[in-house]
């Protein structure tokens, strides 16, 4: 972060809020108006047969036309597409991807490991059963490959992971073009969204294709348009160093999306129209946070929160879930219930930033570079 200097500031401070809109979501929603799956997740009975009195107002967070959760989804989506290329410089393809693996995996298999034996340890107190076979658990350390099983998520939001995943062999793939600020760039959304309409319209006319298949095509299906929606936080990366760009941005970034909004129409197997509003907003207020960077305060807060938001993301969700299920069943009201699983959440958080997010970000940021600038210097050598 240092590197890039107060350029990405203003991301820092949106993705504080996205960590925000989600833990929201979650507890606030999530848990007390769809107790199936919470149930399904955790392995435990469900806590109650109706919503406690008064939680109606949370609805709309789930159900409404701007829903927290996708919103905060895509102002990390935004992000990501945006930062991703400074990862790129002075590495490597190869390198960039090692990278971005030791930044990411010990945190998410830790993580794992902590939601795993929170729902162990909640399942023995309430008699629950675990809730996914051994086949579920090796798949679920393996974001990317996962999303074409159709094997279920431990915690129901690993699905964002699995995209991220897709963006680095993306990113990776187009380093040469991005790197060189070049147009052929946009050979890439191209190809995605070409791919994507494929994809969604082939049941149409075809029906699905059978077995280990339809889970891939779902899966790929719903990468694409998130892929294109990176793609708008990559599209300003490029304007802020390209006067090309910049003009470019006014055509290419409502093209994108315009197809990220199709495909979400599309995807064949359900309709996602009611996020699109949601993921449109959240383009809207990150363009403009990107055009005023330099006139937005650093408010502490979401700095803060930016700061753990991926340890949070790892570890607040189906753990969070338990202890809530323990809670309520104990007659806690619902406020000090989603009090002491925010608790929980930042703290485990926390812990996991300060005792691994931040070492391996340490060596993730230095992997690959010192190579590369060797290997660059001996090719130029006379």
């Known amino acids: 972060?240092?590197?890039?200097?107060?350029?990405?500031?203003?991301?820092?401070?949106?993705?504080?809020?996205?960590?925000?809109?989600?833990?929201?979501?979650?507890?606030?929603?999530?848990?007390?108006?769809?107790?199936?799956?919470?149930?399904?997740?955790?392995?435990?009975?469900?806590?109650?047969?109706?919503?406690?009195?008064?939680?109606?107002?949370?609805?709309?967070?789930?159900?409404?036309?701007?829903?927290?959760?996708?919103?905060?989804?895509?102002?990390?989506?935004?992000?990501?597409?945006?930062?991703i290329p400074f990862s790129l410089r002075g590495r490597s393809p190869g390198s960039f991807l090692v990278a971005r693996l030791v930044r990411l995996m010990p945190t998410y298999w830790i993580g794992f490991a902590l939601q795993a034996l929170v729902i162990l340890g909640v399942g023995r107190l309430l008699g629950g059963t675990f809730p996914r076979d051994p086949l579920d658990i090796v798949l679920n350390l393996l974001p990317g490959p996962h999303m074409l099983t159709g094997r279920p998520t431990l915690d129901g939001i690993v699905w964002t992971l699995d995209i991220e995943v897709w963006f680095y062999l993306l990113a990776a793939l187009a380093a040469p073009a991005l790197l060189a600020r070049s147009a052929a760039f946009l050979l890439y959304p191209l190809g995605v969204g070409l791919a994507g309409a494929a994809l969604a319209l082939f049941p149409a006319w075809a029906g699905w294709p059978p077995g280990a298949l339809?889970?891939?095509?779902?899966?790929?299906?719903?990468?694409?348009?998130?892929?294109?929606?990176?793609?708008?936080?990559?599209?300003?990366?490029?304007?802020?160093?390209?006067?090309?760009?910049?003009?470019?941005?006014?055509?290419?970034?409502?093209?994108?999306?315009?197809?990220?909004?199709?495909?979400?129409?599309?995807?064949?197997?359900?309709?996602?129209?009611?996020?699109?509003?949601?993921y449109l907003a959240m383009a809207a207020l990150f363009v403009a946070a990107h055009a005023l960077r330099h006139r937005i305060p650093a408010w502490r807060w979401p700095t803060r929160l930016a700061a753990i938001s991926y340890p949070l993301y790892v570890v607040h969700a189906v753990s969070g879930y338990a202890i809530m299920v323990v809670l309520t069943r104990w007659g806690w009201p619902p406020a000090a219930t989603m009090a002491?699983?925010?608790?929980?959440?930042?703290?485990a958080a926390t812990a996991l930033h300060r005792l691994v997010e931040e070492p391996t970000r340490r060596l993730s940021a230095r992997l690959g570079r010192e190579e590369w600038i060797e290997a660059r210097a001996r090719a130029v050598a006379p």
């Open 340 to 347: 002491a699983a925010l608790a929980y959440a930042l703290l």
């Open 1 to 83: 972060m240092a590197a890039r200097g107060n350029r990405v500031a203003f991301a820092d401070q949106l993705r504080g809020i996205a960590a925000l809109l989600v833990v929201i979501a979650h507890f606030g929603a999530v848990f007390w108006h769809n107790q199936p799956a919470v149930a399904e997740m955790t392995g435990l009975p469900p806590a109650f047969a109706t919503p406690p009195a008064g939680l109606a107002f949370t609805i709309p967070i789930l159900l409404g036309t701007f829903q927290f959760g996708a919103a905060g989804v895509a102002l990390f989506f935004l992000i990501s597409g945006y930062v």
């Open 214 to 278: 339809r889970h891939a095509f779902a899966g790929l299906s719903l990468a694409a348009p998130m892929l294109l929606f990176m793609m708008v936080g990559t599209v300003l990366h490029l304007a802020e160093a390209d006067a090309r760009w910049r003009r470019a941005a006014f055509l290419v970034i409502p093209a994108l999306l315009l197809a990220v909004a199709l495909l979400l129409r599309w995807w064949p197997v359900a309709r996602l129209d009611s996020q699109t509003p949601s």
